[in-house]
């Protein structure tokens, strides 16, 4: 899959300038225009987009907790893992070196990543397109507990993790369904142990549901 089509995909968006996404998935080991300028201004418009859903939904709550929920939301963390769970790893453009010692794996650069797209998002179509995405892949973790929830893919990354384990693999087994209204079937794989298969209306919706089969057979 290339970028492009990848982007479109997990972004819901296909770029009207494609350097703004070449830009944005660039680091800066690679020797040409990086995304530190779009991670600026994409850090600024996920922190407006974050602070202004709060704001609205939870109308009744006092400053201090909208803001260690903000902080939650907008963290390093959590941004790598927002990375995971739309799979940008293979799509990040790094110098050898920096291949070499797995820097498509920091958190710190998936999370910069995450922030370069959004505002390559901002710059190409918008703070609608930003928002939309933000919108929607920020949904799982935009809970009232006091700390956000794990999302399912990157709950399964960390179970593969700490047992020394390759990174679960996900492919799409099936397509079916009207164009307006497909449905996809992902298989979701971790070495030692039986695959897995779930449904959804898009790809990330189907590998979140087999993640979760995936972890919820784990821990029978």
Request: aromatic content about 6%; glycine content about 6%; overall charge negative.
């Amino acid at each position: 899959m290339t970028p492009a089509d990848w982007a479109a995909e997990a972004l819901g968006h296909t770029f009207r300038d494609p350097r703004l996404l070449d830009r944005a998935l660039t680091h800066s080991s690679a020797g040409k225009p990086d995304y530190e300028r779009l991670e600026f201004l994409g850090d600024r418009v996920l922190g407006f987009i974050i602070a202004s859903w709060l704001y609205a939904d939870l109308a009744d709550e006092a400053e201090g907790k909208l803001s260690r929920r903000f902080a939650e939301l907008v963290s390093r963390e959590t941004c790598a893992a927002v990375a995971r769970d739309i799979g940008v790893t293979p799509h990040i453009i790094l110098g050898a070196q920096a291949r070499g010692d797995r820097a498509h794996q920091s958190e710190n650069v998936l999370g910069d990543v995450v922030e370069a797209m959004i505002g390559a998002l901002h710059l190409d179509a918008g703070t609608a397109a930003a928002e939309s995405f933000v919108r929607r892949v920020w949904a799982p973790y935009m809970s009232l507990d006091a700390h956000a929830p794990k999302h399912p893919k990157s709950a399964l990354q960390e179970w593969a993790n700490a047992r020394g384990l390759r990174s679960p693999e996900y492919l799409v087994v099936d397509r079916s369904g009207p164009q307006h209204a497909p449905v996809f079937r992902v298989r979701v794989t971790v070495r030692g142990k039986e695959p897995v298969e779930a449904e959804g209306t898009n790809k990330q919706e189907a590998e979140t549901a087999a993640a979760q089969a995936m972890l919820d057979m784990l821990c029978k």
